[in-house]
């Protein structure tokens, strides 16, 4: 079974442009959740979406949003970019299983600011 | 709110020695806890969860930790240091999904050095 799909793998972006990240779960997985991970802040919740629905948010600024489509797959984007926003974005592709659910990664976008 | 506080951001162990990365959690409802493994440039990889049952859940490459609700802790060991377990190590805990929530809260990190 194919792992997390996130592409592109490396992004370099200059202040104020946009972006967007897409991540493709698991096949059979309904649910999709970002995390932004700095060397600062270490790792932190942005968004989930279970069947196209944002079902919890994170603590980011309106600039930050994200859509899930029918088929699963999941984008993020990034409005107006500032230097800050320059870190490693992992999507993890969420199951439930035996009553807890279990979270697989992919391998992230590194995105850079200039 | 859930968290978690790992201390030490570098720990250094020689090659045959005791892997020890401690684990304290914060949380109003019974615990999921997790250890997950981050090479350069990778996702996070699962090493072992604790969910409900046996408080010592063993994981992958030799790696195990131990649920103890009185220490609000799960501390991650391994016996023997191999240099393949050079990486960054987080803990992360939730809850489990109640309520529709999956997020997890992950701690700051552990950069792991083995030392030849």
């Known amino acids: 079974k194919a792992g997390v799909t996130q592409t592109p793998r490396y992004l370099i972006k200059t202040r104020g442009q946009q972006v967007t990240l897409s991540c493709s779960p698991i096949s059979g997985h309904r649910s999709v959740s970002w995390y932004q991970q700095t060397p600062g802040q270490g790792l932190q919740f942005l968004f989930e979406y279970f069947s196209e629905t944002q079902r919890n948010k994170g603590n980011f600024p309106g600039r930050f949003s994200g859509r899930q489509f029918s088929n699963s797959r999941s984008e993020m984007n990034v409005s107006t970019l500032e230097l800050g926003d320059s870190a490693l974005y992992l999507c993890?592709?969420?199951?439930?299983?035996?009553?807890?659910?279990?979270?697989?990664f992919g391998q992230g976008t590194r995105l850079t600011v200039v | 709110a859930q968290s978690v506080t790992q201390l030490g951001s570098h720990v250094s162990v020689s090659e045959g020695a005791l892997v020890l990365l401690r684990c304290n959690y914060s949380?109003?409802?019974?615990?999921?806890l997790f250890w997950y493994v981050q090479y350069p440039n990778q996702g996070l990889q699962l090493l072992l969860k604790y969910t409900t049952g046996a408080t010592l859940v063993k994981g992958i490459n030799g790696f195990e930790a131990e649920f103890k609700k009185s220490e609000t802790s799960f501390h991650l060991t391994k016996p023997s240091a191999h240099m393949s377990d050079a990486a960054e190590y987080f803990c992360a805990v939730s809850d489990g999904g109640r309520r529709g929530n999956n997020r997890l809260a992950f701690g700051k990190g552990n950069q792991v050095v083995v030392i030849p």
């Open positions: 993890a592709s969420m199951v439930r299983e035996g009553g807890n659910t279990e979270a697989f």
């Open positions: 949380s109003s409802v019974p615990p999921y």
